[in-house]
Each structure stands twice: as C-alpha cells, then as structure tokens.
Nanobody
C-alpha cells in the first residue's frame, strides 16, 4: 500500500507561514516525483506543487507560485511544503501524493488523510 502521512497543518493569520511535511508509507519515494494537492471547502482537489524524483525541477500552480516552496529529502523519505504569505483562500486540506507523471501531475496510489490549513483574515 502507498499511504502518505501529512503533518504540519494548523491555523495561522493571513500573511503567516506554515511548513507541511509528508512521509510516505509503503513506498520509498526516492525514485518518484512527488506533489502536494489541496482541497478547499466546496471546491475540487487541485494541484499545488510538484517536484521531480531528484529535486532538480519543481512546478507550481499559478495561485501559489512565489509563495510556496516544495522540497524533498530522499534520505528521510519525506517531502515538505513551505507556505509563506498565506492568504485566506489557501484554507484547505492539503494532501501529498506520489506522481506517476511529473509533467501531467498524475497522482499514484491512495490519498492520505491530509492536513488542515486554516488561514484567518
């Protein structure tokens, strides 16, 4: 089973920062691209950020570009999402996933429980 475990969410005021972490159970992620997705209340899940297996390339949704930074530590089997200058519209449940395709950001495996991020105005 591929089971991501997300952590680091919480409540923060607008303009604040949070750092999310993801540990993948059931797979060694060193050979895979990884991504973060989010689902806001009443909205569809959307891609937020992705990173290649080696960490040499990243991509971001326009809505988070310049504010979020994805990184990975293959030795620890983790991927992080640094979120700065948070806005109320960033409020969502955040999920990480293995990406079968970095280009298409196609997720692989099961979704985890996610971690809640709440940004107050």
């Amino acid at each position: 089973q591929v089971q991501p475990v997300e952590s680091g969410g919480g409540s923060v005021q607008a303009g604040g920062s949070l750092r999310l972490s993801c540990a993948a159970s059931g797979i060694i992620i060193s050979g895979w691209a990884m991504g973060w997705f989010r689902q806001a209340p009443g909205k569809e899940r959307e891609f937020a950020a992705g990173i290649t297996w080696s960490g040499d390339s990243t991509k971001y949704a326009d809505s988070v570009k310049g504010r979020f930074t994805i990184s990975r530590d293959n030795a620890k089997n983790t991927v992080d999402l640094q979120m700065d200058s948070l806005k109320p519209e960033d409020t969502a449940v955040y999920y990480c996933a293995v990406l079968r395709s970095f280009v298409s950001t196609t997720p692989f495996g099961s979704w985890g429980q996610g971690t809640q991020v709440t940004v107050s105005s």
